[in-house]
Every structure is written in C-alpha cells, then in structure tokens.
C-alpha cells in the first residue's frame, strides 16, 4: 500500500510541478520587503515617520471550491481544473515613528464577489476590524477596544480605506497579494508533498 501511495505522490508532485506558475515569488510593487515564515509571510515598507507591514497566514486561505452545474454535463476528459486562488486575511500595522501605539486594521476578501457587478468598482478588500495596539508587544490584549465595521458610519470607512490607500495598500496591491499567497500556498503545498512522500517511504 505504502508504496502505491509513494508512487502517486511522485506522479502528483510531477503534475504540481508542471502547473506551478511561478519558480520564485512574485513581487509586490511598491517597494515592499518580504518576510516568509512557513506559512506565515510579512510584507514591510517604510515611508515618512511610519512603518507598515502587512501579515497573513496562507493555511485555511482557499475558499472551498463551488461546483459549477454547468460542469456535471460536461464530458470528464473536458472539465478544467478550476484555478485555486488563495485569498488570506491579512493585518494591516501602521506604526507612527513617535508614538507606542500601532494602528491594527484586519483585512478581508469578500466571500461573494458575484453581485457587484452593477455597482460602480469595488473594493477588492474590506475592512473588518479596527484597534490600537502597544507597540513591540506580539500578544494583542482583549481588552483595548476594538472597532468592528459592520455598523460603521460610510465617510468614516472611507476614510480609514484612503488612509490605506495612502500608504500603499490599495487595490492594486490586494490583488498583487493575492498572487503572492497563491504561489506561496502552491510552493507550500508542493514541499508538503514531498515531505509526505519521504515519510511513507520511511522504513
């Protein structure tokens, strides 16, 4: 058994290899620095008097695949692989060079972008959560008030997406990041296979 499934593996790793897009990570412009932990990747600029960096997480960032009716009629032979795009969560930090306190701004890609059509363009991202944080300390307390933006006033929102908009992170970068999380996670997703076919063969 163990040595079918090592042999599948092999077969598997040869087709991801095939479609792999990239063989190094994309850029993002702008003039970010990358930081890749694992999963975890770090995007760093620096402006006027400010930090920002921008963290997400590639594990549990593919949405769950919708099967296309129109796709069950089809012969199998003539079924495209859907393209799997990552679309993580990422944080925002604005840290100002002359304060303790970091601007924390959790980001998200809408689940939905079926709807918007009619609608003048949209943003690739949204907002959900807004709280100040000290600076330098990784644990973030519960208890500093945190703005949830579901029952946000519009102007305010607006304002909060130009102030991210102003230090580069706008829509032309959420989509350069959706990039770069999805070649992370392919890339990730390769070594993992591989690993997993070291570890079967393991006597």
């Known amino acids: 058994g163990d040595k079918a499934f090592a042999q599948f593996l092999s077969d598997e790793i040869q087709e991801e290899r095939k479609i792999q897009k990239h063989k190094s990570l994309p850029k993002v412009s702008g003039g ?52 799997i795009t990552s679309t993580p969560n990422f944080v925002v930090e604005v840290i100002k060079d002359d304060t303790n306190q970091t601007l924390v701004l959790d980001c ?12 003048e363009e949209s943003d690739v991202f949204t907002i ?13 307390k519960d208890t500093n008030y945190t703005l949830n933006t579901d029952s946000l006033d519009w102007a305010l929102y607006d304002h909060l997406m130009d102030f991210l908009a102003d230090r580069g992170v706008d829509n032309m970068f959420a989509d350069e990041l959706i990039e770069l999380s999805t070649a992370l996670e392919h890339q990730e997703y390769i070594k993992f296979l591989e690993d997993l076919k070291s570890f079967v063969k393991c006597q």
């Open 128 to 140: 959900r959560e807004v709280s100040f944080q000290p600076t330098g300390e990784s644990d973030w």
């Open 108 to 119: 998200h890609y809408p689940e939905d972008e079926v709807g918007h059509e009619g609608e």
């Open 32 to 83: 970010w620095k990358l930081e890749v932990h694992g999963t975890e990747a770090k995007l760093v600029r620096k402006i006027a008097g400010e930090k920002i960096t921008v963290t997400f997480n590639i594990n549990n960032s593919i949405p769950p695949s919708v099967e296309d009716e129109t796709q069950e009629e089809q012969k199998p032979d003539e079924q495209e692989e859907p393209d």
